[in-house]
């Protein structure tokens, strides 16, 4: 078992490069599974999820490469010839989830596990059960494995609403839809930079798709798609993530430069709140420059679907409010219990606390280093965005779960004067039940 060791106090300066996005790389992967030929992907991030999703399609029977050095995935999905997706890798990973639509689309029918629950809740998938039903598909059930059948070979077309909007769903019913008889119509689509850049992928794919980034996405089924070249979108999550690092634990006044940026992806809601931080924020094409002030101040944040204030950075904003003035609070309309991390930062000191969907968290209180464990991908980034600014050493433990969703982060950090480092332990508690994606 890994963790990280951060010796805290070691201010941040100079560039840090984002790479590619997870969550847009892990619906290319799916989508590759439509085109009966050789794919390549470029800018794909090397992370442990991007690995489980390469089994999971070598077990549909593709073929895939990856260079992690160069971040392109090679994938050749001209023989698909077992449409299933299996228990031990939808429970390591729900992204596995998005091979339904995709077999649908490329065969027909699928028999894929059901993703069980995560780390902070119950993970629905009602709606892209329902959605797939409302474009003509046939659902059962069986022992825990959802069996989904196109009849005559392709889905008939339909229309469907989805409340809330969902991203996995509509990433789900693009999938099947885009080589579907008929026409097919989602109601209240997710918005995400992820569902627009994938969406443009099947665009490419030969997909015909209207409203990608609206509330409603048209698709003109067609009989086939084939196989491209695509890059792959930068990581918004991850920019967001080093730009709150570089708030509170860059030398004041001394900008940080992020690289190989889309910082448009960031969306309105998280950047005007990270500029009432009173950080220092220049926002280029492709780069964001942050500098810390002397005083953070405090900025209430609720989270929301795109362009709302992204759930995935709420961890790492109670952090940021750890070290502001005064006192903030977080609320999470998309996941109401997704506040594992706090009970970690009390032991650091943090001064905060847990109210149904709200945290409030009081700055003015040094955080001191500690054990503290990760619970899912964001919490335990946000455990090392801690660690920066703790007195002491701070270890941060179970760091499998960070090492899904961010590419040597140690290194990045090491190269802007943070002092990390990765050790391996053993738990006594014995090895704990892999918890399910974040
Ligand atoms: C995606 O998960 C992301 N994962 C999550 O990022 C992200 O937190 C989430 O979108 C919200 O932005 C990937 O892209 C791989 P949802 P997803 O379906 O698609 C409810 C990370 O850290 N819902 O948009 O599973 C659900 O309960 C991960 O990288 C239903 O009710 O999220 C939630 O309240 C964590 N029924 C809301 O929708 C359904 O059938 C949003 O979930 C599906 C979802």
Known sequence: MDKLVVEGRHPLSGSIPIDGSKNTALPLMAASVLGDGTMTIKNVPNLRDVTTFAHVLRVAGARVQFDPAAHQLTIDAANITYPEAPYELVRKMRASFYMLGALIGRRGHARVSMPGGCSWG???????????????????????YVVARAPGGRLSGGSFEMTPSSVGATINLLLAAVTAEGGCRIENAAREPDVVVFGEALEKMGAKIEGLGTQTIEIE????????????????????????????AGAPGEPIRLTNAE?????????????????????????????????????????????????????????????????????????????????????????????????????????????????????????????????????VLRVYHLDRGYEDLEGKLTDAGARIHRETYDEELGEPEELKEA
Do not use: C
């Open 221 to 248: 089924g067609t009989a086939r798609l084939y196989p491209v070249e695509f890059t792959n979108a930068s990581d918004r999550i991850e920019l967001g993530t080093f730009m709150i690092a570089a708030a509170i």
């Open 122 to 144: 119950p993970r629905p998938v009602d709606l892209h059960l329902n959605g797939l039903k409302a474009f003509g598909a046939e659902i059962d059930l069986e022992q825990g």
């Open 263 to 395: 910082p448009e992806y960031l969306g309105e809601a998280f950047i005007d709140a990270f500029r009432q931080t009173g950080a220092h924020v220049e926002i280029g094409d492709d780069y964001v420059e942050v500098a810390a002030p002397e005083t953070l101040q405090p900025v209430d944040i609720t989270t929301d679907v795109y362009p709302g204030f992204p759930t995935d950075l709420q961890a790492q904003w109670t952090v940021l409010l750890t070290q502001a003035d005064g006192r903030g609070r977080i609320t999470d309309t998309v996941y109401s219990d997704r506040f594992k991390h706090i009970a970690e930062l009390k032991r650091m000191n943090a001064y905060a606390m847990v109210q149904d969907d709200t945290a409030t968290v009081r700055g003015g209180r040094s955080l001191k280093g500690a054990q503290v464990m990760s619970t899912d991908l964001r919490a335990s980034v946000s455990l090392v965005l801690a660690g920066l600014v703790a007195e002491g050493e701070t270890h």
